[in-house]
């Protein structure tokens, strides 16, 4: 029988919050509404600092979290108004949180993941169950705690028969190759977060619209070079990684020396090293794959889209609408998904793609 779930996912992008309303079963996900909800630029702003070591870390990110769990109840409560329902009609909320650090398997063999969010807070503003802190338990499995959308993305994408490949570019990008039964799913490397860094910093907006500034500029090969001689691009699956990379530092280390380029070529640079990355990654796994459908903000980027099928011309490269779900929804839908998984208690990890010692059972519940 479908029941009604709300999935709310803000990603490394750090843009805000994007909800959805879906109806779920054990074979389908359809959504039936969708919110967006941008970050206030001071809650944008200290999420960004606490990637980083800093002064009263633990007061501040619990603030933080409990501030984002606030602009969580809000999208939750424009999803009812909006399909005019009351919070009784939803059976749980999936809730992402906000990752800071992702150091999987690191420092004592289990690492860490810490995804900001007061999920008790949020069964109290919307009086709906809440299912979060999706990541800890395959950590403690033994894998990366992520990515954990290819299973999914299998669910929602899979074709008999056929390979075909997803790659979610939000501020990390991550690529899921569905072949039948079996999928193998981690991250390439930086997405949006490298992009709309340098964009916040050479033009004042928040991200390229379009791609058109990248558009603009010359790929610099010899930066591009140095870019791609990162050890991480060369690392074998399972592998995740986060803004404790890629980040503005990780840029200024490997420019040095470069001296002055246009900052319209640097961007179109780093458009290049999305896509070849992502690409590259591909060729590797997925080459028998018949499309790649692309979701997340980095599918609204025409140039990047434009570079990925110019990389890739065996290929059809399509954004996730054309197959019945925008690309800014498509990982909320996910953890709606994952939410409805938690409380039929079937796991929702995938061994081949975390590298766990086995598929587990994900979340913690907070009982409305």
């Not at 994408?157 to 190759?177: W, Y």
């Not at 490269?317 to 998904?337: H, I, K, N, R, T």
Request: hydrophobic content about 45%; charged content about 15%; overall charge negative.
């Amino acid at each position: 029988m479908s029941e009604r779930y709300i999935g709310l996912m803000s990603g490394t992008s750090l843009d805000g919050v994007d909800g959805v309303l879906a109806l779920c079963d054990a074979a389908h996900t359809r959504v039936l509404q969708h919110a967006y909800r941008p970050f206030p630029a001071e809650l944008a702003a200290e999420l960004l600092a606490l990637n980083s070591p800093g002064d009263n870390e633990l007061h501040r990110a619990a603030l933080a979290a409990n501030a984002l769990s606030r602009l969580y109840a809000q999208v939750v409560d424009e999803l009812l108004r909006s399909a005019d329902l009351p919070a009784s009609a939803i059976s749980a909320i999936g809730a992402h949180g906000q990752t800071v650090r992702h150091r999987p398997g690191a420092f004592d063999g289990t690492g860490y993941t810490l995804q900001l969010n007061n999920p008790a807070l949020l069964a109290e503003l919307s009086g709906i169950t809440v299912v979060a802190d999706f990541r800890s338990r395959d950590l403690a499995a033994g894998g990366q705690g992520a990515p954990l959308v290819p299973a999914f993305h299998q669910a929602l994408f899979g074709r008999r028969g056929q390979t075909v490949s997803v790659l979610n570019i939000g501020g990390i990008s991550n690529l899921s190759v569905l072949q039948d039964d079996h999928v193998l799913g981690f991250d390439c490397g930086p997405g949006n977060a490298l992009l709309d860094a340098w964009c916040r910093q050479h033009t004042g907006q928040p991200y390229d619209d379009q791609g058109r500034w990248s558009a603009s500029g010359q790929v610099q090969a010899a930066l591009l070079e140095r870019l791609l001689q990162e050890p991480f691009f060369s690392l074998p699956p399972p592998k995740s990684t986060g803004r404790d990379l890629f980040n503005p530092g990780w840029m200024a280390d490997r420019m040095a020396g470069f001296g002055e380029l246009a900052a319209a070529d640097v961007q179109a640079t780093l458009v290049e090293l999305t896509a070849l990355s992502c690409a590259t990654e591909l060729q590797r796994h997925g080459a028998d794959s018949s499309r790649l459908i692309v979701c997340g903000g980095g599918a609204l980027n025409l140039h990047l889209m434009r570079r990925l099928q110019a990389l890739l011309p065996q290929l059809s490269v399509v954004d996730s609408e054309a197959e019945g779900l925008p690309p800014l929804q498509v990982e909320a839908a996910a953890f709606a998904w994952l939410a409805r998984k938690t409380l039929q208690r079937e796991t929702g990890s995938l061994q081949s793609v975390t590298g766990a010692l086995g598929a587990r059972v994900l979340g913690a519940i907070y009982p409305a």
